[in-house]
Structure formats: C-alpha cells, structure tokens
C-alpha cells in the first residue's frame, strides 16, 4: 500500500529491479493516469492493486510479471493502452472486463493462460492472440470490435461466447481446435467468410450466427456450393449473402435451430424430402 490514498498522483515510473507488492498498491489514487513498471518490480496484479484509480490511461510492465489477477482492471473505462514486455503466465477472469476504451494491447507475445470474460466488452480495434492458450474460454473477448482474429495453434477449444457479438468480418479456425462451444461467434454480423480447416471439428447448434452478410463456408463439411455448413447429414450454418432462393441438398435429414434466423435476403426457400427434423 506504498501509494495508498495519494488522490493527486497522476503519473509514476518505478525504476528496474525495486520490488513492489501488489497489494493496494495505488488503491485510492483518483488522479492516477500513466504507470510504469520497470523490469522486475511488480509480479502480479489484482482487484485492489488500482482500486478507485478511475482516470487510469496506460499501464506499461516490465519482465517479471506472472498474472493479471481476477477484476484487475474492472471498470476502468478510461484506460487505453497496455503494455507488456513479452509474456506473462495467465490473464484472470474478469481481468480487464467493461474496459471500453482499451484500445491497444502492446508486445503480448506469449500468455499461459486466459480466464473467462477476461477481455468483455474491451474496445481493442486490433489484438494478436500469442502462442500458448489451449482454450479462449467463455466470453473471453466477447464484444470487441476488431475486424480480423488469428486463433495460433495452441488452441484447442472454443469456450460458448468466446467471441459473440465482435466486429469480426472473417473468422478461420485452425486444425487443431477440436470443439467450438455455443454461440462461441453468435451474432457476429459483419462476418463475411468463415474457414474451419480440420476435419475433426466438433460444434454445436449455434456455435456460428452471423447474420446476412455471410457469402462462404470453406469447410471439410461445407456443401459443394460453400453455402451450407452439413455434417453428419445435419444442416448448422447457411451463407444467405446475395441469395433470395435456395435449394438445400437433397441429403440433407436435419436443419438445426436458428439455421435461417433474422435473414432479411431470402424470399424462397426449397426444403428436400429427406428433411425429417426441423
């Protein structure tokens, strides 16, 4: 608590090597805008380490940071940009949630770890997932408004929500995610194509809701025209762009939920007899 209540500090560099708790570190410091750490001064973050600090704009970190802990930087709508010095070991739940204005995510080259909902409804126009995550879990950056996302190969799973409501206008899913999670990409409706590249995806009902801007499905379970997302003679996803009538393919035995919801292009609609289940 080495800055505890100082209501009119705006602005503090802590020079390398000078150790720092985290533990109500600036709690208090209203007028706080600008930190940076050295390398080696503080290793973790958490809810109170920036408590009350509402004018907060940047923070920059030096090496040594392990964890952004759980509500680190909650609420914080006046910041902007984030710095880090390459890695760091996990990135809590909640960590930079309703943090409207975090626009810029700087030198984030590796992470362990994310939690859920750790970067809900952040601004970020631009952000690079680094190697090491297994998973983007649940809501993690649910309502962010960059245009474009690489998953690296890290990745395993897709948590539900993971990217709802994003400004996303592709979306590529590589090999080696085996499982995408409901309304993991819901109501993400600028996407324009989407590519899911293994052959061993699994998705549920949902997992994709892109409105009707969305022209193309490259996919090992796309039909031959790229408008239909089919597996296991299931329809989850059509491409209505451009479209007013379609022909589903004849093989075709169920259409699941939502598959046509909100298509405001589509004025004739062929259902084939091998339809069972709607």
Do not use: H, M, W
């Not at 940071?65 to 760091?88: C, Y």
């Not at 810029?104 to 859920?116: D, H, P, Q, T, W």
């Not at 809701?209 to 490259?218: D, F, H, M, T």
């Amino acid at each position: 608590a080495a800055f505890y209540g100082c209501s009119l500090l705006k602005n503090i560099n802590i020079p390398d090597n000078t150790s720092v708790s985290e533990y109500q570190l600036f709690y208090g410091c209203k007028s706080l805008e600008n930190v940076t750490f050295g390398d080696n001064t503080i290793s973790a973050v958490d809810q109170n380490t920036f408590y009350g600090c509402n004018a907060l704009k940047t923070v920059t970190f030096g090496t040594g940071l392990t964890e952004i802990k759980f509500g680190s930087f909650e609420n914080k709508t006046n910041l902007t940009e984030v710095t880090f010095a390459g890695e760091v070991g996990f990135i809590g739940s909640n960590a930079f949630i309703y943090c409207y204005n975090l626009d810029r995510i700087n030198n984030l080259n590796s992470v362990g770890g994310f939690g859920a909902n750790a970067f809900y409804s952040c601004g970020l126009s631009e952000f690079e997932i680094p190697v090491g995550p297994t998973s983007i879990p649940e809501a993690c950056f649910y309502g962010c408004n960059f245009k474009n996302i690489t998953i690296p190969a890290s990745v395993k799973s897709i948590g539900a929500q993971a990217f709802s409501n994003c400004s996303l206008e592709s979306i590529t899913i590589p090999a080696t995610v085996t499982n995408i999670n409901s309304y993991a990409f819901a109501n993400c409706s600028n996407v324009k194509s989407i590519t899911i590249e293994g052959s061993e995806t699994q998705f549920a009902t949902n997992s994709f809701s892109c409105g009707s801007n969305l022209e193309v499905i490259n996919s090992p379970y796309s039909s031959s025209d790229k408008r239909c997302l089919i597996k296991d003679n299931e329809l989850y996803l059509f491409a209505p762009a451009g479209l007013t009538e379609y022909t589903l393919p004849s093989y075709i035995k169920t259409i699941k939920s939502s598959v046509f919801s909100n298509n405001k292009l589509l004025e004739n609609i062929t259902i084939p007899n091998s339809v069972t289940t709607i």
